[in-house]
């Protein structure tokens, strides 16, 4: 089970921490991401990290959001800074059972995902 939080609401050049935190599951040998989808568009990758820490961030998040993991919690965070409007969206955390990512924006390599949680720049 993958139960996200953090989310809400934050002026533009604002930061906010996501939290995803695993049960059930030592998922320290897996990839992990975080995805958004805002209203009317598909759901897209933001960043990964695979088991020995290597990341990959979207094109636009980059240079301000981070995905630092803490496997003694079994939970993963995406931090993101200097937030703009286009930053709203639905925020969800996905995990893969291989170790590393091939392709990580690719849905299908996820196996578990959690519930969402909402990030409103305005």
């Known amino acids: 089970q993958l139960v996200e939080s953090g989310g809400g609401s934050v002026q533009a050049g604002g930061s906010l921490r996501l939290s995803c935190a695993a049960s059930?599951?030592?998922?320290?040998?897996?990839?992990m991401a975080w995805f958004r989808q805002a209203p009317g568009k598909e759901r897209e990758g933001v960043a990964a990290i695979d088991s020995d820490g290597r990341t990959d961030y979207v094109a636009s998040v980059k240079g301000r959001f981070t995905i630092p993991r803490d496997n003694a919690k079994n939970t993963v965070y995406l931090q993101m800074n200097s937030l703009k409007p286009e930053d709203t969206a639905m925020y969800y955390c996905a995990v893969a059972l291989e170790p590393y990512f091939g392709d990580p924006w690719d849905q299908n390599e996820y196996n578990f995902w959690g519930q969402g949680t909402q990030v409103t720049v305005s």
């Open positions: 059930g599951y030592t998922y320290s040998s897996n990839c």
